[in-house]
């Protein structure tokens, strides 16, 4: 390892006068540690690049904008890529508006973009088709951009190659927190890759709402066959064991592997409760609809007690994958302000991932430009408001189902009654069948005769008032007579039908009754929002109609009137266990559901 001069520590935020004098003597010891020494010059520039506009001004004492690029809300995040092919430095970046809000933040990305474009002469289209759907439209329900950030911007510097990489990042909550699936296939479709969603879904649907969440959209800025779209997934309260079930998708990816990682890195099996583990899985133009690898991020700075004990992990770590270790242990030494026994925070995340079994490791670094204040874990720990049912209900009723990226893509499209009747037949498998006895059975259950009032009412229209001609069952059976000619010739059809019906199942006859009631909530919710979407689509088409449709004119006005009831029962759920296990089984339903139009999709559309 060379012993440059430059391998020194940096002289720190309250010494560096501004931005731009922080960033290079934080680049300096980087590129010597990784041997890109010189680079240095190449470097610093693109630095200043990146800080146009806001580099030269003097680093405040606490940020104007908490940035999430690192956890002391720090603009800039620099990191060395370990490789036994070689090593890479790469900055990423926050451009800084005028104003500390997030349009102002967006625009700054925006013009980064072109200035990135500009000077290495790379082609930016679709980062600007990205930018009109993130920081220009507004969400399907009219709201104005949401999320944490803009538009971030990293350049990674090769050895080898004259011209930095690029690769631009996108929040996926900007349409908001509820609508991260429907904006992350909207993005995929508008860059061609679609056909990413159905691996993507199924993966954040294993588990339990947001437990494993979209976080991010990255791509690289260039035109190669080799070019990547990239998803982050934000896995909560996740295990060694759930992250390998997940990395199996990924067809590069060698089983147990992530495991060999974390236990490397002396943090066990799970679950990682400290902090949120991050992945993503990345797509070419050679594979759409199976990712090439995944990548574990790991944040390690939340696992240890000082960045002594974090440089001890990463040697481990480094040992047991044959990466290399002398150039880790230089970048550590070289950006330490102080001792490493008294700092905690320096390197913030490591990540994994093999190619063709070789191994490769990114080390993240906080510039510590605020101190060592992990603020990202103080607002963790801050949003800890616990739902009500009434609440919840009012959640699911303002953020429809049919925001689920498989309506948005029914609508988007020509209308098919090959599709409807898919979806119909699977409706009809799954809940129209053995509705009426699953109500039973909940009704007879209820806990209170108020609720059990309610319940039974709706029981009663169910079976159409005592006339079972007019049975939502028997009318629904007309319907889907009226589709069989337009029968899907689809490999294993009634595959989501499955899941859901059991799901159903166990809430309305076995389950614990409050957990059965909180269910049967948003059951009523679901419907209406579902019914009227399908009234939409039959509306597109004129070869069914009359009788066939009278389920769907019967169903439309009667679940509005359900749908109330949900508000009505939820107000009678007592608080403590008897609202905990409602609240469970309003979860429980959710879940199901968006697994079932997560399939629905990959079934549909392939």
Not at 10 to 23: F, Y
Not at 86 to 100: D, T
Not at 275 to 282: C, D, T
Request: charged letters at 25%; aromatic letters at 8%; one cysteine or more.
């Amino acid at each position: 390892m060379s012993t440059s001069p430059h391998l020194r520590p940096p002289k720190g935020a309250l010494e560096a006068r501004s931005w731009n004098s922080l960033g290079h003597d934080v680049l300096t010891p980087l590129c010597a540690a990784a041997g890109l020494e010189s680079r240095l010059a190449d470097v610093v520039e693109a630095f200043e690049i990146l800080t146009q506009d806001w580099g030269d001004e003097e680093i405040p004492t606490a940020p104007n904008w908490e940035s999430d690029v690192c956890s002391d809300h720090s603009p800039f995040e620099p990191s060395i890529a370990l490789s036994p092919h070689g090593n890479v430095v790469r900055i990423l970046v926050e451009a800084q508006g005028g104003q500390p809000s997030l349009e102002g933040q967006s625009e700054a990305g925006r013009r980064l973009t072109q200035r990135i474009g500009q000077r290495w002469g790379i082609d930016t289209q679709r980062c600007e088709v990205l930018e009109r759907l993130f920081i220009d439209a507004r969400s399907p329900q009219g709201n104005p951009p949401a999320g944490r950030f803009g538009i971030w911007h990293a350049l990674e510097f090769h050895p080898k190659r004259e011209i930095p990489s690029v690769k631009v990042y996108f929040d996926l909550a900007s349409w908001g927190q509820e609508l991260r699936p429907a904006l992350t296939e909207e993005a995929l479709h508008q860059i061609g890759f679609a056909e990413a969603w159905p691996v993507i879904a199924e993966l954040t649907t294993r588990r339990d709402r947001s437990m494993d969440q979209l976080a991010y959209l990255s791509i690289d800025v260039d035109n190669s066959s080799s070019a990547r779209v990239k998803l982050y997934l934000r896995h909560h309260e996740t295990t060694a064991e759930h992250l390998d079930a997940l990395f199996r998708s990924a067809s590069s990816y060698r089983k147990e592997s992530v495991k060999e990682a974390t236990r490397a890195l002396g943090v066990g099996a799970g679950p990682y409760l400290t902090r949120p583990v991050v992945s993503s899985f990345a797509f070419n133009s050679s594979s759409r609809s199976e990712p090439v690898n995944a990548t574990l991020y790991f944040p390690l700075e939340s696992y240890v007690e000082s960045d002594a004990l974090a440089l001890r992990r990463l040697l481990d770590f480094a040992a047991d994958f044959d990466l290399p270790s002398t150039e880790l242990e230089a970048a550590v030494r070289g950006l330490a302000p102080r001792p490493l026994d008294d700092l905690r925070g320096l390197m913030s995340y490591v990540s994994f991932r093999e190619e063709q079994n070789v191994a490769r490791s990114t080390v993240y670094f906080s510039p510590l430009a605020f101190g060592t204040d992990r603020a990202s874990e103080r607002r963790l720990k801050a949003v800890n408001h616990k739902e009500r049912v009434g609440e919840l209900v009012q959640r699911f009723e303002r953020h429809s189902l049919t925001h689920l990226p498989y309506f948005r893509r029914m609508a988007r499209e020509p209308v098919s009654l090959e599709r409807l009747w898919l979806l119909m037949k699977n409706f009809d498998v799954a809940i129209v069948q053995e509705f009426p006895r699953r109500l039973a059975a909940l009704t007879a259950r209820a806990p209170g005769d108020a609720i059990r009032a309610l319940l039974a009412k709706q029981l009663h229209d169910e079976l159409g008032a005592g006339d079972f001609d007019q049975a939502h069952k028997a009318l629904f059976a007309r319907l889907i007579s009226g589709l069989d000619q337009h029968r899907a010739k689809t490999e294993n059809p009634l595959a989501p039908a499955r899941a859901l019906s059991d799901a159903l199942e166990l809430e309305y006859v076995s389950a614990d009754p409050w957990f059965g009631v909180g269910a049967s909530l948003l059951v009523e919710v679901f419907g209406k929002q579902v019914d009227t979407f399908v009234a939409e689509q039959f509306a597109r088409q004129k070869q069914v109609a009359g009788d066939t449709l009278e389920w769907l004119d019967l169903h439309t006005v009667l679940e509005v009137d359900h749908a109330d009831d949900s508000a009505e029962i939820a107000a009678l759920i007592p608080t403590g266990e008897a609202e905990e296990a409602a609240l469970a089984g309003a979860e429980h339903i959710a879940n199901a559901s968006r697994r079932f139009f997560a399939e629905m999709y990959r079934v549909t559309f392939g």
